[in-house]
């Protein structure tokens, strides 16, 4: 790995991390299905920066809390802001504001049929020659549209900075940059069901990754790993909460949200029953179900 790959970071920084901005926010928000209630009218804020936990018994509503934060669950009521959009808004483009938005499964959720390199670069060669062809689209009808108009009424071309080649190449170069990182270059060529489950998860991080995400979302990403692949899951975890970027993490893993989190939530019954900083939630419990939960994990 050389020195130039090493000392770069794994959150993008082409746009600063800025303090104090709700990125999103939970109004409301109350999820059935059919008869159970997963979610009760939960309220919450998720601020820029902040590196939250959410931790709490099977089948108190974590994992379906997280699904609700990118509507890949729809919520029964209630809204839900990402960076002031209500993402249950019908008007609201949603696969457009996902782009933003990384998620990490259990199950990993890689394409076997696709060696890692391409596992990565998909989304981002997708979503760069729609908006190619989006751009190409309208500058077409802007040319017709100007055969029509006055000489001093004619609407200008929108301009195109890049092409289909360049979208690619760049991606492919972000995907090495990424995978040099984590120290799996050398993997690029191989498919997924030739690698560890530690290896597996750490690629879907980076795939996450190379769509620029402001936000990451993890849905407890160690639970389906042998122990002892855990840590270097968590360790990749780790270096994107101190890069700066914006976590939710569901886990089982206490240790590690008392030292990576700046804020845990403790969820049973479908409600955030106590949230604070990791040495109050670990240290000096206020609600009785988290202190009965905390004297059975730790």
């Known amino acids: 790995m050389n020195e130039e790959i090493k000392t770069q970071s794994l959150v993008s920084q082409e746009e600063p991390q800025e303090q104090g901005r709700a990125m999103l926010e939970v109004e409301h928000l109350t999820k059935k299905f059919g008869d159970l209630l997963v979610l009760d009218d939960i309220s919450e804020k998720i601020e820029q920066g902040e590196k939250v936990a959410i931790i709490g018994p099977s089948g108190s509503g974590k994992s379906t809390f997280l699904r609700c934060l990118n509507v890949l669950e729809d919520p029964t009521s ?48 997708h979503v760069g020659l729609q908006d190619l062809k989006k ?103 780790k270096e994107l909460a101190d890069d700066g970027m914006t976590m939710v993490i569901v886990t089982h893993e206490m240790g590690f949200a008392r030292e990576v989190a700046t804020r845990v939530l403790f969820m049973d019954g479908g409600k955030i029953q106590e949230q604070g900083p990791p040495e109050q939630i670990f240290g000096n419990p206020k609600n009785d ?4 939960f905390l004297s059975k994990v730790l």
Not at 192 to 200: A, F, H, I, K, V
Not at 289 to 292: A, E, G, V, Y
């Open 78 to 125: 209630g809204a839900v802001y990402f960076e002031g959009a209500n993402l249950c808004d019908l008007k609201v483009d949603i696969n457009l504001q996902r782009r933003r938005m990384g998620m990490v499964f259990q199950q990993f959720n890689l394409f076997n049929n696709m060696n890692v390199l391409k596992n990565i670069t998909l989304a981002p060669v």
């Open 135 to 237: 751009v190409k689209r309208k500058n077409f009808f802007t040319k017709v549209g100007n055969v029509f108009r006055a000489k001093g009424k004619k609407k200008e071309l929108l301009p195109i900075t890049t092409s289909a080649k360049e979208i690619k190449e760049a991606a492919k170069e972000n995907a090495m940059r990424l995978l040099g990182r984590i120290g799996l270059a050398d993997k690029a060529n191989v498919y997924p069901s030739t690698l560890s489950g530690g290896q597996r998860q750490r690629i879907a991080i980076v795939r996450a990754l190379a769509m620029n995400p402001k936000v990451m979302l993890f849905d407890e990403p160690t639970s389906a790993l042998d122990p002892e692949m855990v840590g270097e899951v968590l360790a990749l975890i």
């Open 289 to 292: 179900r988290l202190k009965d």
